[in-house]
């Protein structure tokens, strides 16, 4: 076990005893300076300050992110996982036709009626291997999900139409894609089209750095007509050929962690939240914290709208049981503990409530400052 006492932890925390003393007090536990904590009081604590603590040791980081970090398991605990995939691209250059076509084409065999609901994100087999869309085109789902620092995708697609060429949103999915530090396969599209020229689109896109493999470089060019469905098989066994190299893995033997998808409040349901399973595999009845929300797992529901009981690393479900609706881009982790879970929700609103009065009230200052 890893016990410490307040002012051991606090220094491998490199804060103030008070503030842990303060923290505890908050949440209806007494203690002083010479305290032994248990593991689930360190963790909580570690949470509250977004660091992760790791078995006996605590690593400081600067997010709560790193909990879905895979980097600080152990090797003998990982296990392969399915890919995320985002498909980016210019506006009208077949994003949406391409998520349909793959939709449509490939669920699991065996499965009838297919994917009918939408819930931001979905899941196809290809060739018996698993790979995960987010539906969520569009750079502002992209960057909106970045900016809360979350990171959900492991590989982007950059849809480039053969009829038109790289155009303003084309080089910004580049950005986004370097600077999220995951591979690209660029989809040359509308393939069909008699005025498709492919090797204008890999001469642009060697100029914004993607060099195709054909070339030299190390970029992976698919010509597809995401509309009639030629080459869409092919790309999917691109990306599974990606994922075998990137490696992508978690660890199924822990409480989950993962990202905020999509929200909504349903009038019948409540807050009806996906959720982007990370690491760890989350169970029907499990305490969460979502942002500033918690609950239990009441309900979960896989992308074909089935009952499930469990989700394993990369998989999207849709889940009730929550009590507020929480923000896309939101981080969610399992607990044992359902106390805990309501304890960590809690402070954390009391935080951003906090947080959003300082910055209105400053903003009321500025507002003073002009009038004067
Ligand atoms: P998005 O804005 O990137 O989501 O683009 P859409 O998927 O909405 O496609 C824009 C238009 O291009 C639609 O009219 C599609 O039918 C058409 N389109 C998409 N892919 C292809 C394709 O492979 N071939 C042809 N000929 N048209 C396509
Ligand atoms: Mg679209």
Redesign the pocket.
């Known amino acids: 076990s890893s016990a410490l006492t307040v002012q051991e932890l606090a220094e491998k925390l490199n804060r103030n005893a008070s503030e842990i003393i303060k923290l505890l007090f908050m949440m209806g536990t007494m203690v002083t300076i010479n305290s032994t904590l248990d593991d689930e009081t360190i963790e909580l604590v570690c949470m509250e300050f977004n660091v992760e603590c790791h078995k006996e040791i605590i690593i400081e980081e600067s997010d709560f992110e790193e909990m879905m970090n895979v980097e600080e398991e152990d090797e003998e605990n990982l296990v392969s996982r399915p890919p995320v995939v985002t498909i980016m691209?210019?506006?009208?250059?077949?994003?949406?036709?391409?998520?349909?076509t793959i939709r449509k084409t490939h669920v699991t065999e065996g499965e009838f009626g297919g994917i009918t609901q939408h819930i931001g994100a979905y899941q196809v087999s290809v060739k018996g291997k698993k790979v995960t869309f987010l539906d969520t085109?569009g750079h502002e789902a992209f960057t909106a999900m970045r900016a809360r620092g979350a990171k959900v995708t492991d590989l982007v697609i950059i849809?480039v139409?053969a009829?038109d060429g790289v155009m303003p949103q084309t080089k910004e999915a580049v950005d986004h894609a370097k600077a999220a530090g995951v591979p690209v396969i660029v989809a040359v599209?509308?393939?069909?089209?008699p005025n498709a020229n492919k090797d204008r689109i890999m001469n642009e896109m060697s100029d914004l750095g993607l060099l195709p493999e054909a070339w030299g470089g190390d970029t992976i060019f698919a010509e597809?007509?995401?509309?009639?469905g030629?080459g869409v098989s092919d790309l999917l066994e691109t990306i599974l050929v990606v994922s075998e190299v990137e490696n992508f893995r978690a660890n199924p033997n822990k409480m989950a962690t993962g990202t905020v998808i999509e929200a909504k409040l349903d009038k019948g349901r409540g807050p009806v939240t996906t959720l982007l399973v990370q690491n760890g595999t989350l169970h029907t009845g499990d305490a969460v914290v979502v942002g500033t929300a918690f609950g239990r797992v009441r309900k979960m529901t896989d992308d074909r709208g089935r009952e499930i009981k469990e989700a394993l690393p990369s998989t999207p479900v849709e889940i009730i049981g929550l009590n507020d609706v929480p923000i896309a881009g939101d981080i969610f982790k399992a607990f044992d503990s359902e106390k805990k879970a309501r304890q960590i929700a809690e402070t954390r609103l009391t935080k951003r409530i906090d947080q959003e009065r300082n910055s209105s009230s400053a903003m009321s200052l500025d507002d003073l400052a002009r009038q004067i």
């Open positions: 691209g210019h506006v009208d250059h077949g994003k949406t036709t391409l998520l349909d085109p849809v139409a009829d599209n509308k393939i069909d089209k597809v007509s995401a509309k009639f030629d």
